[in-house]
């Protein structure tokens, strides 16, 4: 039996959790489309594409966060996309940020395709539901 989606969504929270970049990668779609509040942070206006995107944004994380810690708890297909909430935890010198956060991923073909993290579980949600 092959991998579900979600299996393949928490085996990238996994890598991320392990900062394991290559592990990351080999979940992506080469023409990934990542969203992230990080890239908002430092002012990025565009979103991550790609392989090389994701080690921009791995180099952002680290040059803006002590530490990030992300804790996805529920996982849930709604229509083409999963919908994952949770937690998120932040720290830098200058900012903190603890709360619920919301991502809706897109897998085709046991490869990620588009991510999108959300500032709230509810954001997140709002973003997959009809209507």
């Known amino acids: 039996m092959g991998r579900s989606d979600i299996d393949v969504v928490k085996e990238v929270y996994a890598a991320f959790a ?10 992506l779609d080469p023409e990934v489309v990542f969203i992230a509040v990080t890239g908002g942070i430092i002012g990025r206006t565009e979103p991550y594409r790609g392989h090389e ?4 944004y791995f180099s952002d994380v680290a040059r803006v966060w002590d530490e990030l810690v992300l804790t996805p708890r529920e996982f849930e297909e709604v ?35 588009y991510v999108r993290v959300y500032s709230s579980a509810a954001e997140a949600r709002a973003a997959v539901s009809p209507g």
Do not use: K, Q, Y
């Not at 392990?18 to 979940?27: K, N, T």
């Not at 995107?53 to 921009?56: K, L, Y």
């Open 79 to 113: 229509g083409d996309a999963i919908l994952v909430t949770g937690r998120v935890s932040a720290r830098s010198p200058s900012r903190m940020i603890s709360g619920s956060t919301g991502w809706v991923w897109r897998v085709r073909n046991g490869l990620v395709v």
């Open 53 to 56: 995107g994701m080690r921009e």
């Open 18 to 27: 392990a900062r394991d970049i290559e592990r990351v990668e080999a979940l």
